[in-house]
């Protein structure tokens, strides 16, 4: 079985800080990772994945996660957080092979003040 | 681009009373997903089908039923509603043959037990 563990629940920075967000996940076997962002009141929405290849990925908002397989981790990182960065962020884990379900970790709460 | 449809996007129901909720996925996506998501609470999955059969099964009560037509619709029905069943509920998809392993997600349909 697999598990995610976000170790922060919530986390509070200022505008223009950088923040990092943590994922460990366990699994007996290769997963997939995902990060997911959910803005109050609305869906889930893909922010970046890991499949394979370069460990280090980036999303088009300048976020990014990097895959290490030694540390069952995948941080998510930020160097300068605006105000609209505001929103639940979920970590989560797929078996690779196809059609396997999304095992969540319980979301961190980011909020970012003026 | 097209994204995943919910309907309805609400519903509120008595308890004991059933409900039917609506997925289309992304079209040429082939697999669907169901998720549940409790207040403050990460998604758990369902059930999720590949190619308009059931492929995996989770945390899904009894009361709960789920298929997928042949246009690749997916309709979750509930029955004997309960209070515990109000929730958030997610549909995702994705398109395992073309190996697009990430799901993207609907709006959700928040159900209210009253």
């Known amino acids: 079985a697999q598990s995610v563990t976000q170790l922060d629940s919530q986390v509070p920075v200022f505008e223009e800080a950088p923040v990092e967000l943590r994922c460990n996940y366990s699994s007996s076997v290769s997963v997939y990772l995902f990060w997911y962002v959910q803005y109050p009141n609305q869906g889930l929405q893909l922010l970046l994945k890991?499949?394979?290849?370069?460990?280090l990925v980036e999303s088009i908002n300048g976020f990014e996660a990097e895959f290490n397989k030694s540390q069952t981790s995948f941080h998510l990182r930020k160097p300068s957080v605006h105000i609209s960065d505001t929103a639940e962020y979920f970590c989560a884990v797929s078996n690779q092979g196809g059609s396997e379900k999304l095992v969540f970790g319980k979301g961190t709460k980011l909020t970012v003040n003026p | 681009a097209a994204g995943v449809i919910q309907s309805p996007r609400h519903l509120i129901k008595e308890k004991r009373e059933t409900a039917t909720l609506k997925c289309y996925p992304i079209?040429?996506?082939?697999?669907v997903y169901w998720y549940q998501q409790g207040p403050g609470q990460d998604p758990q999955f369902l059930i999720s089908?590949?190619?308009?059969?059931?492929?995996d099964k989770g945390s899904i009560p009894d009361r709960f039923s789920a298929q997928q037509f042949s246009d690749y619709h997916s309709e979750l029905n509930m029955s004997s509603l309960e209070l515990g069943d109000s929730a958030l509920y997610f549909c995702?998809?994705?398109?395992?043959?073309?190996?697009?392993?990430?799901?993207?997600f609907g709006p959700g349909t928040r159900l209210t037990v009253t």
């Open positions: 079209p040429r996506h082939d697999t």
């Open positions: 890991y499949l394979s290849g370069s460990t």
């Open positions: 089908f590949y190619e308009k059969m059931q492929s």
């Open positions: 995702a998809s994705s398109r395992i043959l073309a190996g697009v392993y990430e799901q993207y």
